[in-house]
């Protein structure tokens, strides 16, 4: 009786998480969708702010849609250009030892660090290369925030590539860089790039880190060494504005954010889907 209890007092306490997580999705959605789409329009996505627009005038936040989509792509490459080796030499090279241990340590410890402080270290290091806020400086600040994620997540998903098929590839002849390269990255693919999604999503929403480092303009990004704008800040500063008007277009900018998080998951999903077929389960 009382092992009976006790499973219905737990699988109760499952479904009102469950119901907490979901309820607090739908809220957050059904707020954004209400109030960002009557002030939706064609000009809020092919055109720039122009002179006046956080007073309620003309204009888009074309220059925030594209500059965010750069910050992230940019961040994301650069920190799978850097994680990646990490994540191979940590499953296939490097054996259990205290410096390994303090390496996931330390990406740990990264990963909680809040944001605010990548964007000071971004922009310390920006003065000391003598750079100013730029898209530059942006994607090396969204790229360190990413790191962790990307390593952590990654080795996850590695670490489930079942041992008989890395023994069997060395049985072939294969080295453990041809190993890695054409038998493990292939079998993680699918976990690959919902890592990278991860990624990308903390990437394209973060505000904090790229406020020093990134800048701002009403312009379009044309070079990596000038102020690009962001959706999150965009929302940001539309929102601290004393015109109605203007705060509910931060709800039309939040709602084109979600709605590309939402396009690049399920594109993301697609594709994992396609290269499943080539995993061994």
Do not use: C
Not at 123 to 142: N, V, W, Y
Not at 216 to 222: A, G, I, V
């Amino acid at each position: 009786m009382g092992k009976h209890l006790e499973e219905r007092f737990f699988l109760a306490l499952m479904i009102a998480s469950l119901a907490i997580v979901t309820g607090s999705l739908v809220f957050i959605l059904t707020t954004v969708v209400v109030k960002g789409l009557p002030a939706l329009n064609l000009a809020m996505v092919t055109q720039v702010p122009k002179g006046g627009y956080y007073l309620g005038k003309e204009g888009g936040i074309l220059n925030a849609i594209t500059g965010s989509l750069a910050l992230a792509g940019g961040a994301t490459l650069l920190s799978l250009a850097l994680s990646l080796p990490v994540v191979l030499y940590l499953q296939l090279f490097a054996r259990d030892s205290r410096f390994v241990y303090l390496v996931r340590l330390s990406l740990d410890v990264l990963w909680g660090i809040p944001s605010i402080v990548y964007g000071a270290f971004g922009f310390t290091l920006l003065l000391f290369l003598g750079l100013r806020a730029s898209l530059l400086g942006g994607i090396m600040a969204l790229a360190f925030l990413e790191l962790p994620i990307l390593v952590r997540a990654m080795e996850e998903v590695m670490i489930m590539v079942p041992f008989e098929l890395k023994e069997a590839s060395y049985a072939l002849g294969a080295t453990r860089l041809e190993t890695a390269l054409r038998v493990v990255v292939r079998q993680t693919l699918p976990g690959l790039l919902t890592a990278l999604l991860l990624a990308f999503g903390r990437g394209i929403g973060d505000a904090a880190s790229v406020l020093f480092t990134a800048g701002y303009t009403d312009r379009l990004p044309t070079s990596l060494l000038r102020p690009v704008a962001s959706l999150p800040l965009a929302v940001f500063f539309q929102l601290g504005t004393p015109v109605p008007e203007v705060r509910e277009r931060a709800y039309a900018s939040a709602l084109i954010l979600t709605v590309i998080i939402l396009v690049i998951s399920l594109g993301t999903r697609l594709l994992a889907r396609r290269f499943t077929r080539h995993v061994v389960r």
